[in-house]
C-alpha cells in the first residue's frame, strides 16, 4: 500500500521550504496576466450599467466605432432586454490604446428606461416591493426546510433558551489581480488565452464550448495568478468577450476588469440573516434548534450558509431561502457558507454558555464529538491563555477592555480524481513535472518540487514545475474546495515514484544489483544491501544516453484524506471611546493530514486568518435603497485588511495524520466567531452583526448604558 | 479621463493669468495630484487645461525661526510630518500630517492640495450620481447611506472636510496666503474654509483665479502642550471618523487658553468655541474633560448613521483634553 512513509524519513516532506516562485514575485519579474503584452495587442474595455434595473431601449455604437483607434465594438446586451443590476454589460470596445478605449466607451449611446428597484434584503422582501425576477413569485425563491427529532420536545427539555438575529453582509472576493484574459487567435481553429484563472482546464473547455473549437484547439495559460477565492473558475462574459474581440479583430485582446466592476461582477460571498432560537439542558447539552433564515446572492440564487454548525444538536428543524436584490451575482468564496454559519453558530454557543452559567469552552466540549478539535481545545487555550478572560464579560477596567473568545469550523478538502501529471528525467540530470493544475496561490508548485525532489533524492529546485498551462494536455481540475494539493500530489508522488524505477533499471546493471535493492540518497542512487555501491545522479541519468524517462501517474486513495477540524482563540482590545477594535492575537489550530510544505501550510493559515478578520471587523458591502448603486465600490470605503490590522497570529499546523488533506479554505472559518466573542468578553455587549465597525461597538456600548 | 493640455507654471502670475479667465473646472492646478488624478479618472472633473504647480520655484520649503514656521503650499504632507521643529513644537501639525493617507501619497501629497482637496462623500464621487454639491437638486447622504457624514454644519450640503492637516492648522492660529491676479492677500486659515450654507459648490474662499501659495504657523507659547487624535476604521489609509485638533497653553494642570478644533465631522473643520470656554481656565480633570467633549457635540444634529459621530467626537475632546494633564 503506498504511503508518503514515517516523518522520520522525509528528507523534504513537511519541512519548511520557501516558495520557489516568491523571490519572482516579490521581484515583480513574475508575470501575471496583468503583465502580458503581445505583439500587436489591442485593449478592451467593458461598458456596464450604472443603473441596477432598467429595460435597454436604445443602443447605438457608431460614435465609438468612428473613432480612431477603434478596432472592434460589440453589443452585450440586446435592446428590448433588461438590465437587473449596477455593472450588468452593455457592450465592449478593443482599441490601440487603453486610453482610447476607455474614450471609446463614453462614444456609446445608451437608453434606458429605469425600472423601480430593490438592492437591499429589507426592501425586496418588503410587501409591494417591485418583482425583479421573471422565473419568481416575489423576490423570495421556496424555503428548503430540515427537520430531524422532535424540536418542541427538545425545547420542553431545555433549561435555557436563547433568541437571536445574526446577520453577515455581503463580502466581495477583491481579488488583487481583476479578473482578466489576454486573448490571441494563432489562426482560425486555434485559439490562445493567457486567464487569471482558478482552473485552466475549465477555461479551456468553456471557450472551447463558446467558440466550438476542438479543445485541445483551446491552450489556456496561467502562469501565475493575483488570488481567486472561488471567483475565477470560468472565462465570464469578459473571458468570452476578450476571445470574441480578438477574433473580430485578428489580434490579440488584453481585458481586465476595473477595480469597480471587480466589485461588482465578479462574484461575492452571499449576505445571512438568521433568526435563530435554542435551547440547552441544564447540564450543557444542545437540545433544540429552530432557525429561519435568509441571504441574498444578488440577482441569482444560492445564499446558502452552515445552520446549525459543528456542534450537535438533536432536535432540529431549519427553514433556508434566497432574496433576490437587483445586485451581482455571488460565486463560491472561500469555503462557501461556513464562515457566516460558524459566526452565528459561534455568538450562539456563548450565549447559551452563559445563561446556563457555563465556561464557553466546556460548553464546547461538551456538545462537540470531534476528537481532534477536542484536542485542538486544549492546545488553543493554553497558548492564549485561556484563564486570562474576564470570567465576568466587560469587567476589565479602563478605557481599552481586553477579551478573548473562540470559534470553530471544518471542512473537507480530501481531493479526487481528474489530475494527469508527467515526470520527466533526462540524460543531462534535469528533472520536469509537468500537469495543468494552477498556483492560485496556495504554493502548489513548490509542493510539486518537493514530492518530486524527496522521491529522487534531489533538491526541489532541481524540479523544473510546469503547471499553470493546458498546452502539455495534462489535465487537473480547478482549485476549488481545498482540492488542489490532495489531488495533485498522490498523482506526482506515483509518477516520479514510476519514473525512479525506470531510471534504477538502468542503474541496476551499473552498480551490478537488482532494482528492489536500489535506494536513492541525496543526489546519489545506492545499492541498499551494500552502501559502498553507489552512483551519482547525473553519472546515473547519463545512462540514458538519446532517450529520456517520461512517466505518468496514478491516482492514489490512499495517499489523501478528507475532513478537518479547527479552531481559532482571539484576543481584542476594544476603545471603548472610540468603538475601535484592535486585534491583537490570533491562535489559530489547524488540523490538516500532511502538510508537504509545513511553511506555505502556515501563509495559508495566515492569510485565513486574516481574511477572517476583514470579515469580522471591515469587510462589507454597501447598497444604496435611494440609487441601486454600490457606494462602496473601491478600496477605500470597500475596507480590507491593512498592516494595522494584522495581529500576532499564531499558526499551528496540527497534523493528526500522514496523508494530504487541503487546509485552503478552513482557516477562514472559526475567525469571525472567535472575534465576535472576544469582543463580547472585552465590553459585556454582544454585537450579533458583522463587520464590527465602531459605529456598531459605540452604539452598543450607549444602548448598554441606557 | 478626458483629453486636457498640461502646462509647466513658471511663475505665480503666470498661473493666475491662466485661471483668471476660465471659472471653475476648465482650468485646474495638479501640484501631487493625489486628489485631482482620482477626480478626473472618475470624470468628476474634465478640466481642458492643467497647471503643473510643481515647477513654480521657491514654494517647497519649510522656514522655522522664533516668530514662527513659513510653509510653502508646494511642501509635502511627508515633510511637514518628519520636521524636527514642527515635531517639537507645533506637534499637532506633525501628528496631523502623519495620520493621512499612507508613507506614498504624504511623498507626493502637498500643503496646499490637502487644503484644498475636495470631499470623499461617496455621493459626489460618483459620477453619475448627480448631487447638491455638483449642481443637482439634493444631497443624497439626508435620505440616503449617512456613515461617514456630517453632524455639525451640514445644511444642505453634508459632506465632512477631509484634511486632516487644516483642523491643526486652525488650532494653531495659522495663516494663509493666497495670490490672485490683483497680487497677494493673507487670511487666517480658519476663515479660508467656508460651510455650504454660504456656498454649497465649494469648501473655501478661494476664487477660480487664485492660488494658495504658502501657509504661516506662529510659535506657540513654551508651555504649550497639542496633539492631534483620529479616529479611523482602518489603520491606513482611512480618512477620520471623527478627530480633533487640540492646542493647550498650560500652567501645571491649569489650561490657560485651549484650541479645539474638529475634523471629520462638518463640511469645514470646526472650531469647538463651546469646547474651549469649558477648558480655559480650568484644572483639567475627568469631569472638565467629560463637560469639554459634551459642549463640543451639544449643537450636533446626527443623520440616520452617523449618531455615533456625536459619541465619538465628545469622547475623541474629552481625551484630548486629558492628554494635556498626563
Known sequence: ?706 | MDKFSYVNATSLKQVTSLLSDSGWGEVMMIAGGTDLLSELKEYIETPKTLVNLKTLPGMDSISANASGLKIGALVTVADIAMHPTIQQHYTVLAQAAASVATPQIRNVGTLGGNLCQRPRCWYYRDETVNCLKKGGDICYAVNGLSKYHAILGGDPVYIVHPSDIAPALIALNASLKIAGPEGEKTLKVEEFFTLPAANPFRENVLEPNEIVVEVQVPQPKPNTKSFYLKAREKGAPDFALASVAGVFEMTGKTCQTASVVLGGVAPAPWRSAEAETALTGKMINESVSRKAGAEAVKDAQPMNDNVYKVTLTQNLVSRTAMMAVS
Not at chain 1, 78 to 106: M, N, W
Not at chain 1, 266 to 295: C, E, F, W
Not at chain 1, 450 to 471: F, N, Q, R
Not at chain 1, 666 to 687: D, E, F, K, Q
Open chain 1, 1 to 706: 500500500m503506498a504511503s508518503w512513509g514515517e516523518a522520520s524519513q522525509s528528507r523534504l516532506i513537511g519541512k519548511r521550504i520557501a516558495r520557489l516562485s516568491g523571490k519572482e514575485k516579490v521581484t515583480g519579474k513574475a508575470k501575471y496576466t496583468f503583465d502580458i503584452n503581445r505583439p500587436g495587442i489591442l485593449y478592451g474595455r467593458i461598458l456596464r450599467s450604472e443603473v441596477a434595473h432598467a429595460n435597454v431601449t436604445d443602443l447605438d455604437l457608431t460614435r465609438a466605432e468612428e473613432l480612431p483607434g477603434v478596432k472592434a465594438v460589440i453589443p452585450l446586451i440586446e435592446v428590448g432586454r433588461k438590465v437587473r443590476f449596477q455593472g450588468q454589460e452593455i457592450a465592449a470596445v478593443a482599441a490601440e490604446t487603453d486610453d482610447i478605449a476607455k474614450d471609446a466607451l463614453r462614444l456609446i449611446y445608451i437608453e434606458l428606461e429605469e425600472l423601480p428597484f430593490v438592492v437591499t434584503e429589507a426592501d425586496a422582501m418588503a410587501e409591494g416591493a417591485p418583482q425583479i425576477r421573471d422565473d419568481w413569485k416575489g423576490n423570495q425563491s421556496n424555503p428548503g426546510t430540515n427537520k430531524n427529532g422532535d424540536v418542541e420536545a427538545g425545547f420542553a427539555e431545555a433549561a435555557v433558551t436563547v433568541e437571536a438575529t445574526y446577520h453577515t453582509p455581503v463580502q466581495t472576493h477583491v481579488c488583487l489581480e481583476t479578473h482578466g484574459h489576454v486573448a490571441e487567435w494563432i489562426d482560425e481553429q486555434n485559439l490562445t488565452v493567457w486567464a487569471s484563472t482558478q482552473a485552466v482546464f475549465g477555461v479551456r473547455n468553456d471557450l472551447a464550448r463558446r467558440f466550438e473549437l476542438p479543445a485541445n484547439q483551446v491552450r489556456v495559460i496561467t502562469e501565475h495568478m493575483g488570488g481567486g477565492f472561488g471567483s475565477k473558475f470560468g472565462p465570464g462574459v469578459e473571458g468570452h468577450t476578450a476571445a470574441q474581440l480578438s477574433r473580430m479583430t485578428g489580434r490579440p485582446v488584453k481585458l481586465m476588469l476595473t477595480r469597480k466592476a471587480e466589485h461588482l461582477v465578479a462574484g461575492n460571498r452571499p449576505s445571512m440573516t438568521q433568526h435563530v432560537k435554542a435551547g440547552a439542558t441544564r447540564d450543557g447539552r444542545l437540545i433544540a434548534y429552530d432557525m429561519r433564515g435568509y441571504g441574498t446572492g444578488g440577482i441569482s440564487s444560492g445564499a446558502g450558509f452552515q445552520a446549525p454548525y459543528v456542534y450537535h444538536v438533536p432536535n432540529r428543524r431549519t427553514e433556508r431561502f434566497n432574496v433576490a436584490v437587483n445586485a451581482g451575482n455571488q460565486r463560491a468564496m472561500r469555503a462557501p457558507g461556513h464562515p457566516q454559519g460558524a459566526f452565528a453558530m459561534d455568538s450562539l454557543m456563548d450565549e447559551l454558555a452563559e445563561k446556563l452559567g457555563m465556561n464557553p469552552l466546556e460548553f464546547r466540549r461538551i456538545n462537540d464529538s470531534n476528537e481532534v478539535r477536542q484536542a485542538q481545545y486544549t492546545l488553543g487555550a493554553q497558548e492564549i491563555g485561556w484563564h486570562r478572560r474576564n470570567s465576568v464579560p466587560g469587567s476589565g477596567t479602563g478605557i481599552k477592555k481586553r477579551g478573548i473568545g473562540v470559534g470553530s469550523g471544518l471542512w473537507g478538502g480530501g481531493g479526487g480524481r481528474g489530475t494527469q501529471a508527467r515526470v520527466t528525467i533526462n540524460a543531462d540530470g534535469t528533472v520536469e513535472a509537468v500537469t495543468g493544475t494552477q498556483d492560485i496561490g496556495t504554493g502548489i508548485r513548490t509542493a510539486i518540487a518537493i514530492i518530486v525532489a524527496e522521491e529522487l533524492g534531489l533538491s526541489p529546485t532541481d524540479i523544473s514545475v510546469k503547471i499553470g498551462d493546458s498546452g502539455p494536455g495534462l489535465p487537473s481540475g480547478g482549485s476549488g474546495g481545498s482540492q488542489t494539493t490532495a489531488s495533485v500530489a498522490p498523482v506526482i508522488k506515483t509518477a516520479a515514484a514510476a519514473a525512479k524505477q525506470k531510471l534504477f533499471e538502468h542503474v541496476g546493471p551499473l552498480l551490478q544489483a537488482p532494482v528492489d535493492d536500489l535506494r536513492v540518497g541525496t543526489g546519489t542512487i545506492y545499492v541498499a544491501s551494500d552502501r559502498t555501491k553507489t552512483v551519482a545522479w547525473r553519472q546515473a541519468t547519463g545512462l540514458l544516453g538519446q532517450e529520456s524517462i517520461s512517466e505518468g501517474g496514478t491516482w492514489d486513495q490512499e495517499l489523501r484524506q478528507g475532513g478537518v477540524a479547527g479552531t481559532q482563540f482571539a484576543e481584542v482590545e476594544v476603545d471603548t471611546q472610540t468603538g475601535h477594535v484592535k486585534v491583537l492575537k490570533i491562535v489559530a489550530v489547524q488540523d490538516c493530514g500532511l502538510a508537504i510544505n509545513r511553511l506555505t501550510t502556515e501563509s495559508q493559515i495566515n492569510g485565513g486568518v486574516i481574511m477572517g478578520l476583514g470579515q469580522a471587523l471591515l469587510e462589507e458591502r454597501i447598497m444604496d435603497p435611494q440609487t441601486g448603486r454600490m457606494l462602496n465600490a473601491n478600496l477605500e470605503d470597500y475596507k480590507v485588511p491593512g498592516t494595522f490590522e494584522i495581529p500576532e497570529i499564531k499558526s499551528i499546523v496540527f497534523d493528526t495524520h500522514r496523508k494530504v488533506t487541503g487546509v485552503g479554505e478552513p482557516p477562514c472559518i472559526p475567525t469571525l466567531g472567535a472575534i465576535a466573542n472576544a469582543v463580547y468578553n472585552a465590553i459585556g455587549v454582544r454585537i450579533r452583526e458583522l463587520p464590527i465597525t465602531p459605529d456598531k461597538v459605540l452604539t452598543a456600548l450607549a444602548e448598554k448604558k441606557a
